[in-house]
């Protein structure tokens, strides 16, 4: 079992920056893969970025060149790194877990699920 929680979230501005920090405790962190995930209101929770176990990152048309995603192993932590921030990234950010190397761009893929945090970026 895993349990994933993050932070990071918050308002900012157009154009700014955000990181967003995923802690990962229980089982064996370094050998899941790891994604992030937002849901803005009414909307279907989507797909963002994504590192395997491997390190292999994987990212959205809609964020690559703006957001970056890495990890720390040794500190169990999972991070996005969020530049040239805009309007529609406003959502509900979501950090997820699974011991699959497949299907890390689809919601299906992962077993486990942080809180989630709260990104709004203002006009």
């Known amino acids: 079992q895993v349990q994933l929680v993050e932070s990071g979230g918050g308002l900012v501005q157009e154009g700014g920056s955000l990181r967003l920090s995923c802690a990962a405790s229980?089982?064996?962190?370094?050998?899941?893969?790891m994604g992030w995930f937002r849901q803005a209101p009414g909307k279907e929770r989507e797909f963002e970025a994504a590192?395997?176990?491997?390190?292999?990152?994987y990212y959205a048309d809609s964020v690559k060149g703006r957001f970056t995603i890495s990890r720390d192993n040794r500190k169990k932590m999972v991070y996005l790194q969020m530049n040239s921030l805009k309007p529609e990234d406003t959502a509900v950010y979501y950090c997820?877990?699974?011991?699959?190397?497949?299907?890390?761009?689809?919601?299906?893929?992962?077993?486990?699920w942080g809180q989630g945090t709260q990104v709004t970026v203002s006009s």
């Open positions: 590192i395997s176990w491997t390190g292999r990152t």
């Open positions: 997820a877990a699974t011991l699959s190397g497949d299907g890390l761009t689809n919601t299906a893929g992962y077993a486990y």
């Open positions: 229980g089982g064996t962190a370094s050998s899941h893969s």
